[in-house]
């Protein structure tokens, strides 16, 4: 399968240390995956400038159990930008015999200065085109939308 230059994907091998006491990823482990994916397509959005911090998980839903053993895809992409934020969608590539994503996230990064405090893209902030996101990250970005507005 070939990913569009817009997509960072990550892969990771579920391991005992991962998994719960039913064998399966651990919600705590899972986090940790998807931080690192979201902090890769951030990074990869913003270039080599970027100096992102965390400000919020909008939105993290996994809908299947990850078994040990197995290796997890995720599929990133910029959905959303701001002066000095970029927000990032995560979608977990089907796992076998499935056909929805095994999980689905929304993760919101800041650039910041020397500081600490907020500091503007070097990229223009203008230049992402929410018209140019196809099928699947459309559904996505509208929700990263709405929740930005709410819990702005």
Known sequence: MSIPEAETLTHRLILPRD????G????????????????????????PSANLV?????????????????VVEIRGREVYRA???VVVALLGTPLPDRTRPWVEGLMQFVQVGESG???????????????????PWVPLADRARKLLAIRA
């Open 19 to 22: 998994a719960n006491h039913h």
């Open 24 to 47: 399966t990823l651990y919600a705590g482990a899972l986090l940790t995956l998807a931080l690192e994916a979201g902090y890769a397509t951030a990074y990869r959005a913003v270039g």
């Open 54 to 70: 965390l400000k919020r998980v909008l939105d993290l839903r996994c809908s299947e159990p990850v078994p040990i053993g197995r």
């Open 83 to 85: 002066r000095a934020q």
């Open 117 to 135: 405090l907020p500091e503007p893209l070097a990229i223009d902030p203008d230049g992402f085109d929410p018209s140019g996101l196809a099928p």
